[in-house]
């Protein structure tokens, strides 16, 4: 059962987290001026996935194991920085020359994208400690605490979606300027430097 005011506290505090900028507002905002919007979407979709699986783990448990074993967090957290930087390295140095004229692009794009989204998700560990150590706040007494808090990582998922769409629809008018040259190169290289820095960050980090 539902408690009503805890309830609405919580989709308060968690759009509130949504809404602050991070990597997956980086990564669908610049899919989304270069990509065009389906890409974007499917980006925005593997970031939701990757929620959903850290959810399902932290309710059967496996974030508690991230919480209490050093060696299994720090696994995940290097595994995850070394995919950031891959993905920021490679931006940097093979950035596009010009936005496609496509903007939905090819299959092979979107499922590129969904990729990249749910990766940068998973093997971010800091998501499995968030859930375990923010969802529990807000479980009423009286519920299946497993399921009430898988329950709760659906929402967080739902009011990411929503957020997601919001960007999306603000980005893509943007693809005019991209199409003048330069543009595309320079947002490639200033999201790889980013997705350096997140990585460096998630590498050097101690807390959790």
Known sequence: MVH???FLAFVAA???LTITP???TVMVLRTASVEGRRPA?????????????????????????????????????MAGAAYLLWLGVKLLIHPR???EMNADGPPQSEQDAFRRGF???????KMGVFYITFLPQFVPAGVS???YTFFLAGVHVLLAFIWFALLIAATVPLSGFLRRPGAVPVLDRLTGGLFVAFGLRLATSTSR
Do not use: E, R
């Open 145 to 147: 605490v497993a399921a």
């Open 4 to 6: 009503l005011p805890l």
């Open 41 to 77: 979407a499917m980006a925005g979709a593997g970031i939701a996935v990757g929620c959903l699986i850290w959810g399902g783990a932290v309710s059967l448990g496996l974030g508690a194991l991230l919480q209490a074993s050093q060696m299994a967090y720090t696994a995940v957290k």
């Open 97 to 99: 020359k010009a936005l």
């Open 22 to 24: 991070g990597l997956d």
């Open 119 to 125: 990766l940068t998700n998973l093997l971010n560990p």
């Open 14 to 16: 968690a759009a509130l």
